[in-house]
C-alpha cells in the first residue's frame, strides 16, 4: 500500500469530525469529493502553521491504505 498525504489523511479526519463515520467511506469516496476535503485540509494546515503548529504523521499508525 501506498502511504497517504497529510492533506489526505487531514480531509478524511475533517469530513469525519463533520459528518461522523458515514458511507461511502473515505477508500470508497470519489476524487472529485476527496478533493474538496484535500482542499479544506490544505487550509487548516497552513492556518495552524501560521499560529505555530505543526501537523505530522506518526509511522506506523496503521491508517495507510
Known sequence: MSERSIEDRM???LRISRLGLIRPVW???G???KA???QAAVFV???MELRGLKVV???GDKTDG
Do not use: Q
Open 57 to 59: 504523521v506518526e509511522e
Open 36 to 38: 474538496e476535503w484535500r
Open 45 to 47: 494546515i497552513s492556518a
Open 27 to 29: 477508500a470508497d469516496l
Open 31 to 33: 476524487e472529485v469529493k
Open 11 to 13: 480531509g478524511e479526519a
